[in-house]
């Protein structure tokens, strides 16, 4: 039998390496999914997604276990996100010629998925802060609408407007290509 | 009854309650915008799901370098907790027989007068006398 979160936590804060890399083994999809789905795939993404557990594992001794572990995981995940676009948007002020990380994608060789895989990344990147959260924790991470409230300390209702927002925008910017490649 | 945003997306998820689900049929049955937005739903929904991340074993290790080298400060702790309770009896014994057990100390009396001119081998009978 798998041992639980709170049994690997509990090993790992006496030092036992090995639990925490299951724990590592355990939470790195939703958690790299998330900041992929923030970041897009920019150079600081696997930093920030390295820098969730790290964060975790230092102040370890703090979580109490009231929370499932990929929430609380998310939630810091979410908010070193967010620390980051704020980090871009202000080298994007100092560098005016820059551009955000996240460019419309031109069409290339990788094939058709790994194509539609980086306009879904643009057409992320498109959305404002607030409704990226969410489109990226319902659409990507596939939480449902209450544990997203919770995640974000928000109302329910304020999460489905963010969403029908989003949903509205991705379509918006997703149609013009889904009539050119027929999808 | 009016049919809530969210249950399309808990109906994707195979969360709506059976009532629910009843009426929400129903309800794309008659109603062709809400129809629109469910396929929509449905179709973003299968898009997003490429954007999760595989399994990666050099993240894994990369995570493990990085806590590897800055241990907590609980392990920190129960690490060096054996040797500075080690220090600490030892420093306090010292004390102890700094302040207390100097006075009583006294020299036995078969070394009175060994100088340390003397040879090992007539220390050695002096001492065995």
């Known amino acids: ?183 | 009854m009016k049919i809530k945003e969210e249950w399309l997306w808990e109906s994707l998820d195979g969360t709506l309650s059976e009532d629910q689900e009843v009426l929400l049929r129903k309800a794309l049955s008659t109603d062709a915008d809400l129809k629109e937005r469910y396929l929509h739903l449905k179709q973003l929904h299968a898009d997003m799901a490429i954007l999760k991340a595989n399994p990666s074993h050099a993240f894994v290790d990369a995570v493990m370098q990085k806590v590897g080298a800055k241990p907590t400060t609980r392990q920190l702790v129960l690490r060096w907790y054996p040797r500075v309770a080690a220090a600490c009896v030892l420093l306090f014994v010292i004390l102890f027989s700094v302040l207390w057990g100097a006075d009583s100390w006294e020299v036995p009396a078969g070394m009175v007068g060994i100088s340390d001119s003397l040879s090992p081998e007539d220390a050695l009978e002096i001492w065995a006398d």
């Not at chain 1, 639980?4 to 939470?27: C, K, M, P, T, Y």
């Open chain 1, 1 to 183: 039998m798998q041992p639980s979160d709170l049994e690997l936590i509990q090993a790992s804060r006496e030092g036992d390496q090995n639990a925490f890399r299951q724990l590592v083994v355990r939470h790195e999809p939703i958690v790299r999914s998330t900041v992929l789905g923030m970041l897009g795939n920019a150079p600081e993404t696997e930093e920030v997604a390295q820098d969730v557990f790290v964060r975790f594992y230092r102040s370890m001794d703090q979580f109490q276990g009231n929370a499932k572990l990929g929430t609380y995981l998310t939630r810091i995940a979410i908010n070193l996100s967010l620390n980051a676009i704020k980090a871009r948007q202000r080298r994007q002020n100092r560098f005016a010629p820059w551009k955000d990380s996240v460019q419309e994608p031109m069409g290339n060789d990788h094939g058709k998925q790994l194509e539609w895989r980086e306009l879904l990344q643009w057409a992320m990147g498109q959305l404002v802060e607030d409704q990226r959260t969410v489109a990226v924790l319902r659409l990507v991470d596939g939480y449902p609408l209450k544990e997203i409230a919770q995640i974000l300390d928000i109302p329910i209702g304020t999460v489905a407007s963010r969403l029908q927002r989003a949903q509205d925008k991705l379509r918006a910017l997703l149609a013009p290509y889904r009539i050119e490649n027929k999808l």
